[in-house]
């Protein structure tokens, strides 16, 4: 298996990692009664780990030529751990053994992921999966769980296809939307965000799970909106919430979508842009929060924004890598964005690993620094599972964050009725 070059993807999301700031995405993945035990789970990787080579590389290289290397002594047995618990986990227990996972780093001299399984009340298990973000995106990383653990489908792959957007070449059109488009990605919030701080070590996490096909209902029914439309107004009800329980008004909070690039059939283990969307928290109906969503990200997909921002940011690398440095350090700042919001097409059936079936699937990514609050959607059958991360020394209750998203996407399937 030949060598592969780091992306300056890679390289930047590496350069990201500090002592309180853990590179990786990690999927928490619930398997119900008849659950497989270690020796299961260990045979079916160890059978279809070649299906997924990016998955037996570790860093490798020099500073200068970084590279994707085979590791020669990959094992499984170094990747699939048990947790030791004295008694099988609940819910809150579940979410304490999630957290003080997320907040290690991988170890670097082996391939960059590791699956946790822990114990559950009722014979189930949770496998705590985490995947470095350098290796994949979450796009990525179902397809990777796709075809490392879902028990394959006689119809074909259970998860939903990436459709990347596709680039504009039209250079007339880009630079007619190139103004707008500063002005929207490069606005800045009026007010200091109240997930602005410097980040701890710690993490803290919480689940929340809503019905996909009654809230894509709502919305089409009540503004003709897509689903990522609805999800971006849950969250909107639910920082306002949290705002007015501990802060009072806020106003308008810019939150960052990440959007895939895949297309269908490419390799890439990072494909991805943005585009950032102004929630108006001070918006007390849930219909015209969503309204107000709608039309913020229909002029961003309609312009091409998440296009933009590759090509910019391709560009100013190549007329100046301190100019895409600096463009870099402005992207990340608190008065660009206050949370990031991301969103992954999960299977669309219901999946099974080793007869097993699988309850739920809720996706976790890490905070950034001086962003204590970071959420992640991902589907599966039916519903929208959304992981919540934060720095618990700066956001506080986040319970009742995970909670208000619940009341908030019924509010909006109350509305639609």
Same mark, same amino acid.
């Given at each position: ?67 994707? $290397? ?102 007339? !059109?880009? !630079? ?16 200091? =965000? ?8 710690? !993490? ?8 996909? *096909? ?6 089409? !029914? ?12 849950? $969250? ?16 308008? +909070? ?22 950032? +969307? ?40 190549? +007329? ?33 690993? *080793? ?23 991902? =589907? ?38």
């Amino acid at each position: 298996m030949a060598d592969v070059a780091l992306t300056a993807e890679d390289r930047a999301i590496l350069a990201l990692e500090s002592e309180t700031i853990a590179g990786h995405t990690c999927k928490v993945i619930v398997v119900g009664p008849g659950a497989p035990d270690h020796a299961t789970l260990r045979e079916t990787i160890a059978a279809r780990i070649e299906s997924v080579p990016a998955l037996t590389r570790r860093l490798g290289g020099t500073p200068e030529e970084q590279l994707w $290397v085979r590791d020669p002594g990959f094992d499984p047995d170094r990747h699939l751990v048990e947790v030791p618990v004295d008694a099988p986990l609940d819910g809150p227990g579940l979410r304490a053994e999630v957290a003080r996972l997320f907040a290690q780093h991988l170890d670097r001299a082996r391939p960059l992921w590791r699956i946790d399984a822990a114990p559950l009340e009722g014979g189930r298990v949770a496998l705590v999966w985490r995947l470095h973000h350098a290796v994949a995106d979450g796009t990525t990383a179902m397809r990777f769980a796709r075809e490392l653990l879902w028990d394959p489908e006689p119809g074909g792959p259970s998860a939903a296809p990436a459709h990347g957007q596709g680039r504009a070449a039209d250079e007339e !059109r880009r !630079r007619g939307h190139l103004a707008g488009f500063l002005h929207r990605e490069f606005a800045r919030s009026h007010g200091r =965000s109240p997930f602005d701080g410097e980040i701890g070590r710690r !993490r803290q996490v919480e689940f929340a799970s809503v019905p996909l *096909a009654e809230l894509h209902a709502a919305a089409k !029914r009540l503004d003709g909106a897509t689903v990522n439309d609805a999800v971006l107004a849950t $969250v909107a009800g639910a920082l306002r919430r949290w705002v007015e329980a501990h802060h009072g008004s806020l106003g308008t +909070v810019r939150v960052k979508v990440p959007v895939s690039l895949h297309h269908e059939g490419d390799s890439a283990g990072n494909r991805d842009s943005f585009f950032t +969307v102004p929630l108006p928290l001070n918006e007390a109906q849930p219909a015209a929060r969503l309204r107000a969503v709608r039309l913020a990200t229909a002029e961003r997909k309609a312009d091409h924004d998440a296009d933009e921002m590759e090509e910019l940011v391709q560009e100013l690398a190549r +007329v100046s890598p301190r100019l895409a440095r600096f463009c870099e350090r402005l992207e990340r700042s608190p008065r660009r964005f206050a949370v990031n919001v991301s969103n992954v097409p999960g299977p669309r059936g219901r999946v099974a690993i *080793a007869g097993a079936a699988v309850e739920s699937v809720h996706s976790l990514a890490e905070i950034g620094e001086r962003h204590a609050l970071r959420v992640a959607v991902i =589907s599966l059958a039916g519903n929208l599972c959304f992981g919540l991360c934060a720095d618990p020394a700066l956001v506080d209750d986040l319970g009742a964050l995970a909670e208000g998203i619940e009341l908030e996407a019924e509010a909006l399937v109350a509305a639609a009725r």
